[in-house]
């Protein structure tokens, strides 16, 4: 496992909350969605170092009743309207 650092941040309760939300609705932890969020910029800014792993987004499920994924197997089975 590699070494991680410590850092005491400081940020506006707001932007806090705003990042909560988004680590629940992605299945991470509030540290590990500032981690990602930090990653990402890093990363399109090109400053990320080129040793660093990448950290992939997470899958979320589709809502229920919305399987975009099956196919119709025959002509018939496509709703034509």
């Given at each position: ?16 909350e705003a990042l909560r939300r988004w680590a629940d609705d992605e299945f991470r932890s509030l540290n590990g969605q500032i981690e990602f969020a930090l990653h ?42």
């Amino acid at each position: 496992m590699t070494k991680r650092d410590s850092y005491l941040l400081r940020i506006k309760p707001e932007m806090l909350e705003a990042l909560r939300r988004w680590a629940d609705d992605e299945f991470r932890s509030l540290n590990g969605q500032i981690e990602f969020a930090l990653h990402k910029a890093l990363e399109q800014s090109g400053r990320l170092p080129k040793a660093s792993s990448p950290i992939e987004p997470r899958e979320q499920e589709p809502p229920p009743g919305n399987d975009a994924s099956v196919q119709p197997d025959t002509p018939s089975d496509i709703k034509r309207g």
